[in-house]
Structures are given as C-alpha cells and as structure tokens.
C-alpha cells in the first residue's frame, strides 16, 4: 500500500531563509504527487503538483524517484508561508490507480517563518 | 460561489448517538469526496459519491458508518451509534469532473467530538 511520510511535525525558520519541507512516499508504481495547504482559518487548498512542474509563491517541488521524495522548496521564506503543508499522493493511472480523487496525505508539517 | 459548504463546524455527541454530516459541494460539481483526519494524522480517504451513486467506499469503516450524495440536497455522511475513536475532523471535498484531481476543493471541515 502507498504511504507518505512527512518527518517534520514543526518547522521553524526566519524570514529570508531557505526552507524545505519534506516529503517521503513509498509506491511501488509511478505516482502523481502534490502539496497542499491550509493558512490560518482558512480551507486545504491545492498548492502545487509535480506534473505541472510550476513554481508557486516561489514554491517548488521536484520529484526524485530514486529517492522517492518529493520536498517542497522555498529559496526566501516570507512570514504569510506560515500554514500547515500536507504532501499527498495519487497512485498513477497505469498502476490500476483511480482516475478521480483518491489521496494518500502525509502527517502534515507547521511551517512558521518568523520576522 | 461560496465553496463547498460543511456543517455543522462543531458537532458534540454522546457515546452511542447518531451523527450526521452535512456538505454542499461547489456550485456545478457533481463529485463529492470524504476525507476523515484523526488527531495527529493526516487526512485519509474515506469515499467517494457521485449524484446518487457510491463509487468508492474503500476507506469507510465496515460498520455504522455509510454515505450519500441524492440528486436534490447535499452530501450526508452518518455515523451510527458513535464512539470516542470516532473523535476527528470529517473533510468533505468536491470537484466538476472525475478526473479533476488537481481541481479538488475542500470544505472547512466538522470537527466531531464523542463524549
């Protein structure tokens, strides 16, 4: 079965340093994988995926299959990053996988940059 | 367009009630989805529906828990005869298509306690 482990539960930086937030799967095919996230009192929402292969709010996010990660990339960290990131993972189509929305979330990790 | 609309945010239930959610998808979408986040877990897939049709109950729990989505009114997860692990917050999420993965909006969430 898949499975998506985010190490970090908390996060901490200053603002205008580098963060990244990590992001481990274990999937034996070839999956689709994304970044979520929920600012303060407001709704999970989709940041990035890796198909897109799109930059974000100065996010970015490569896949590495070889390491199977997919850590989510900050160069300059700004106080309004602070939220809680989930990775998730969709399994791919080819593996029998869904065609509709059935995610696998990590943990989550509470990213707080401070001014 | 309001988003996809949960209620109630906050719902108390003795051991044994019933619990019924509620959620309104976005305006136009005809997927709605159900996510269930235990404390200090990331969100798990519970089920899928489209209008009048359970298309993936893979993570709903064997018994007391069922869903639907009927062609007039919203989304109803129910919980019969809750327990204390039922304690979590309930995401409901939808989309207008079935393979808008990348599209999937969530809703605030009901936060479930057991008594």
């Known amino acids: 079965a898949q499975r998506v482990t985010q190490p970090e539960k908390l996060l901490s930086v200053f603002k205008g340093a580098p963060v990244e937030l990590k992001c481990n799967y274990s999937?034996?095919?070839?999956?689709?994988l994304f970044w979520y996230v929920q600012y303060s009192r407001q709704r999970l929402q989709l940041l990035l995926r890796?198909?897109s292969r799109e930059s974000i709010k100065g996010f970015t996010a490569d896949l590495n299959k070889g390491e199977t990660s997919f850590h989510l990339k900050k160069p300059f960290a700004q106080e309004e990053d602070s939220a809680m990131y989930y990775c998730?993972?969709?399994?791919?189509?080819?593996?029998?996988?869904?065609?509709?929305?059935?995610?696998?979330f990590g943990q989550g990790t509470i990213l707080t940059v401070h001014p | 367009n309001a988003g996809v609309m949960q209620n109630p945010r906050h719902l108390v239930r003795r051991r044994g009630q019933e619990a019924r959610l509620r959620c309104s998808p976005m305006?136009?979408?005809?997927?709605v989805y159900w996510y269930r986040q235990l404390p200090e877990e990331g969100l798990k897939f519970m089920v899928y529906?489209?209008?009048?049709?359970?298309?993936?109950e893979s993570g709903m729990p064997k018994e007391r828990f069922s869903a639907e989505f009927p062609k007039e009114g919203p989304s109803i997860l129910r919980i019969q005869q809750v327990v204390r692990g039922d304690s979590a917050a309930y995401f409901c999420?939808?989309?207008?298509?079935?393979?808008?993965?990348?599209?999937?909006?969530f809703g605030s969430g009901t936060q479930l306690s057991v008594l």
């Open positions: 999420a939808s989309s207008s298509r079935q393979g808008a993965v990348e599209k999937l909006f």
């Open positions: 999937y034996s095919g070839s999956p689709e």
């Open positions: 890796h198909i």
């Open positions: 998730a993972l969709k399994e791919g189509m080819g593996a029998g996988g869904t065609s509709y929305g059935k995610l696998t």
């Open positions: 305006k136009g979408h005809s997927h």
């Open positions: 529906l489209q209008k009048e049709n359970i298309i993936d």
